[in-house]
């Protein structure tokens, strides 16, 4: 027992003088030296010689250090002098930070403390730390282990600087608009799409909603861009720039088009609405596997592209959000703590007013249970012996039919409101078609117009309507343009209103508007095949774009 007090003991002297020569060192002595008093208080941080205290809230908007000095009190007002460490501090002087003393202080007469200021400025970005050193004069000396501190603080938001930031019609353009990576002290790595505001970890953690995209480097995906929904978080650990505990995850589409070709960068430049911006993510979006080079894991589309590089371009859309953007790549800087700078086009678009789209397969109608009735605005089709209440009928657009008399064998697309005298089976003279049940009210009628085969940039025009407002223009253009296409006959390919256009086939476009008052109705649709067999009923495979108000 007496041996291990004698050890208890030992230990306590050697832990005391240890105590004492550190207290010995700083005030057991009259010279005057100065101090920083969170140095004192605070260990030092992680390979550094100095603490590095917060992170401070930036809307705080101020830093002050307290100043300790040794020895004898001065009669009057000392002033000494500090300086920032330029190669510890990542904040940058009238961005972030501002002296409102310079590097200055003053320890008032009769004191043993001073304190200096530094103004934190709001127009700063990210979470950037300041280091400053106090400076010896000949009077008065350095606490040598004590003398050093650094901040870091952290703007919750930063916005975009207003000088690069244009509106174009509907869009928001944005010049040099960077992000950082997660270890990026001066650029946050969130980023809303809508406004171009950034977000560091902590703004966004409270801002989840308007986050729609992250940047983060990865040692063998260079940096990669990825949407709050993705599922690739885990990759980098739980650590807290990772946003998987958030109940907001916004979901979207990224596309990545690295070595675009001329047209493909013409598509951004020339991009100057959200149509613009809406008709190039639809051509990406039909293109880009067929491109050289093709990585789906690097290019998407997907909620995650990755080794993004000088050059790029990329397209975000976000149907959750209502916001589609491209952006093209200026530079890149590859690492935990880089950025990825780019030009930028936003747009936001009304979701409500996005066209439906769907695929249909139709049979050539007849009495039977050939399903060849259309509805456009639910994308259904059904036969005749399916339309038997005035609900549906009401609901029927237009009937696919066909001609195979001597010198005929093609497909027609009638409006309910037309004539089909011609198949006595459908309305006969004698009251007894199908088609004779149904009361006037009952047939809508309609406008069709007929581009038969379609150019590839036609076809292209037709996989850029998102839209109503777009497929409004696409049949109010097609009006005009149908008489100017190639072999072009009024019977074949109309404008036809309430009359049929004949002979649809694979890569014919048709384009159709309502003409029931009540039924507020465009649509287009592109043959994708036609089977002529009586066998399969005349099956033809539609992909429809259409919108009822």
């Known amino acids: 027992m007496k041996k291990n007090i004698n050890f208890l003991l030992y230990g306590l002297f050697f832990l005391l ?13 009259e010279e005057n030296r100065i101090e920083f008093n969170d140095a004192v208080i605070n260990s030092n941080a992680s390979g550094k010689t100095f603490p590095i205290l917060g992170p401070v809230p930036a809307a705080n908007g101020k830093l002050v250090f307290r100043v300790n000095m040794t020895g004898k009190q001065s009669g009057h007002d000392i002033k ?12 940058v002087e009238g961005r972030d930070y501002r002296l409102p003393n310079g590097e200055e202080f003053i320890i008032p007469a009769n004191s043993s403390f001073g304190q200096i200021e530094v103004d934190i400025l709001p127009g700063g970005s990210g979470s950037p730390t300041i280091a400053i050193e106090l400076l010896p004069t000949d009077d008065i000396d350095i606490m040598t282990r004590y003398h050093k501190i650094a ?17 174009v019609n509907d869009m928001l353009v944005y ?17 809303d799409l809508s406004n171009y505001n950034i977000y560091t970890v902590d703004g966004a953690n409270a801002n989840q909603e308007h986050i729609d995209l992250i940047t983060l480097f990865g040692s063998s995906s260079g940096m990669n861009l990825l949407l709050p929904s993705s599922t690739s978080f885990t990759g980098w650990g739980s650590t807290s720039h990772i946003p998987t505990t958030w109940t907001k995850r916004n979901d979207g589409i990224l596309m990545r088009i690295p070595n675009p070709e001329a047209d493909e960068l013409a598509l951004f430049e020339n991009a100057n609405s959200v149509s613009g911006l809406l008709s190039a993510y639809s051509y990406f979006l039909s293109t880009i596997a067929d491109r050289p080079g093709y990585n789906s894991t690097n290019d998407g589309p997907s909620t995650r592209v990755r080794n993004m590089a000088d050059g790029d371009l990329v397209v975000y859309y976000s149907l959750e959000r209502g916001v ?24 936001k678009f009304d979701t409500s007013d996005l066209v439906k789209n769907g695929n249909l397969a139709i049979e050539a109608v007849a009495v039977g249970t050939s399903r060849g009735l259309v509805d456009f605005a639910s994308l259904s089709t059904y036969g005749f012996n399916e339309a038997i209440t005035s609900t549906i009928r009401k609901e029927t657009d237009i009937a696919y039919v066909w001609s195979s008399a001597t010198g005929t064998n093609y497909g027609n697309f009638i409006p309910m409101q037309a004539s089909m005298t011609g198949w006595a089976a459908i309305e006969a003279s004698n009251g007894t078609g199908a088609l004779n049940a149904w009361t006037a009210d009952e047939r809508n009628g309609g406008a069709l117009i007929h581009f038969d085969n379609a150019s590839d940039a036609e076809l292209q025009a037709f996989a850029n309507i998102m839209t109503r407002s777009q497929l409004i223009a696409a049949y109010e253009n097609a009006k005009i343009d149908v008489i100017n296409r190639p072999n072009y006959d009024l019977a074949f390919n109309g404008p036809a ?23 507020d109705l465009y649509a287009v649709m592109v043959v994708n095949s036609l089977n002529t067999s009586s066998a399969s009923n005349r099956r033809m495979e539609l992909l429809i774009k259409s919108d009822l108000k």
């Open 497 to 519: 209103n309430n009359a049929r256009i004949r002979r649809p086939e694979s890569k014919s476009i048709i384009f159709f508007k309502s003409n029931n008052p009540d039924r």
């Open 80 to 91: 000494l002098k500090f300086k920032v460490i330029s190669e510890e501090t990542t904040a």
């Open 324 to 347: 589609v953007s491209l952006l093209k790549v200026k530079s890149v800087t590859s690492s935990a703590s880089g950025s990825i700078t780019v030009d930028a086009k936003t747009g």
């Open 151 to 167: 901040c870091r603080f952290v703007y919750m938001l930063t916005v975009p600087d207003p000088s690069k930031l244009q509106v």
């Open 17 to 29: 003088t240890g105590c004492f020569k550190d207290y010995e060192e700083r005030y057991l002595f």
């Open 175 to 191: 010049r040099d608009f960077s992000v950082g990576s997660y270890s990026n002290q001066n650029i946050g790595n969130y980023a």
